[in-house]
């Protein structure tokens, strides 16, 4: 079992940053791969990026490719997402989540509760 709780979002103004983080508990983590999804008010969860269970591989979504960069610290059972240049359409409740099948799957076993990105003009 696997608990995932997300912190670092909160509003920010357009083209600025912001790095959330994802702090897992339980040994099995470090064996997982672990991605990012989002959901904007009215629309259905989007998948952001994922990166592999050692940093090696990291994917992401188009409509975020060369802006945010997926990280993690095995160490300290965390994972990153650093968003720059954020957009107003980057507003979302951002979700961290792994395990079970994916990202062969894009349905992760575990999930975090998530947190909001506000991103304003």
């Known amino acids: 079992q696997v608990q995932l709780v997300e912190s670092g979002g909160g509003l920010v103004q357009t083209g600025g940053s912001l790095r959330l983080s994802c702090a897992a508990s339980?040994?099995?983590?470090?064996?997982?791969?672990m991605g990012w999804f989002r959901q904007a008010p009215g629309k259905e969860r989007e998948f952001v990026g994922y990166i592999s269970w050692n940093g090696g591989t990291t994917t992401y979504s188009n409509s975020v490719k060369g802006r945010f960069t997926i990280s993690r610290d095995n160490a300290k059972n965390t994972v990153y997402l650093q968003m720059n240049s954020l957009k107003r359409e980057d507003t979302a409740v951002y979700y961290c989540a792994g395990g079970g099948l994916f990202p062969a799957t894009m349905n992760p076993l575990y999930w975090g509760q998530g947190t909001q990105v506000t991103v304003s003009s």
């Open positions: 339980g040994r099995t983590f470090s064996s997982l791969a």
